[in-house]
């Protein structure tokens, strides 16, 4: 597709179950990030992927959130035993390789509801 | 520890009015700015940026103004129209970094 696109959209879930959320990102970039949006709250850094190199995981709030991307292309943030904290607005963005301090673009995010 | 300050939660503009919105920082490694748009239930969309070296950016009715002395940078938008009705949110990034930090963001609202 043309753009980073997230599925699903939406998800309401019980708390302390998993969910996974995924991202596909525009073709041909190598750097994918996941953000979060709480309410009422900025966007917060979660974890970035730049081509083959090891993650910077730095933004992962807890040992239950854990993020691959698999190919070089795909992504998926799965957050275990989730908790009625972490219902927010997972985004996901990716940018083109080599070109630092350029503009991430966006996908339409996933709205999390943990209950 | 907010590195990235939108004080103003939200604005209202008259169409047609210039319409600024203010963001601080506290990290001085910050050397590139940007601004980014969203509409609700979308994704944020970049809009403009700076990098330090500069204190001015204009692109058609925006423009950026960065105060790198105050660690302020402003966008103004002119003349302001209802669709630009959105949140802004400003970020920042450090030299040669991948990672943006956002600020919380300014509800603009412009009214017809």
């Known amino acids: 597709g043309a753009g980073v696109s997230q599925s699903p959209s939406n998800k309401v879930t019980e708390k302390g179950k998993d969910v996974e959320l995924r991202c596909d990102p525009i073709?041909?970039?190598?750097?994918l990030y996941w953000y979060r949006q709480s309410l009422g709250q900025g966007l917060e850094f979660l974890i970035y992927f730049q081509g083959n190199s090891a993650p910077d995981k730095s933004g992962l709030p807890s040992d239950r959130f854990s993020a691959e991307r698999t190919g070089g292309s795909v992504s998926t943030l799965t957050i275990q035993r989730t908790q009625q904290e972490d219902s927010a607005v997972y985004l996901c963005?990716?940018?083109?390789?080599?070109?630092?301090?350029?503009?991430?673009?966006f996908g339409q995010g996933t709205r999390l509801t943990v209950v | 520890d907010q590195q990235v300050k939108q004080n103003s939660p939200s604005l209202s503009v008259q169409e047609g009015r210039i319409s600024i919105l203010n963001c601080d920082y506290t990290n001085s490694m910050f050397d590139y700015f940007l601004w980014y748009k969203k509409y609700p239930a979308e994704g944020p969309t970049f809009l403009i940026s700076i990098s330090s070296i500069k204190d001015k950016n204009e692109d058609g009715r925006f423009t950026v103004f960065l105060n790198k002395s105050a660690k302020h940078l402003s966008l103004h938008i002119v003349p302001s129209q209802p669709g630009d009705s959105a949140v802004y949110f400003c970020?920042?990034?450090?030299?040669?970094?991948?990672?943006?930090?956002f600020g919380k963001g300014t509800k603009l609202s412009v009214i017809p």
């Open positions: 963005a990716s940018s083109s390789l080599g070109q630092l301090n350029t503009e991430a673009f």
């Open positions: 970020a920042g990034s450090g030299a040669g970094s991948y990672q943006l930090t």
């Open positions: 073709s041909g970039h190598t750097a």
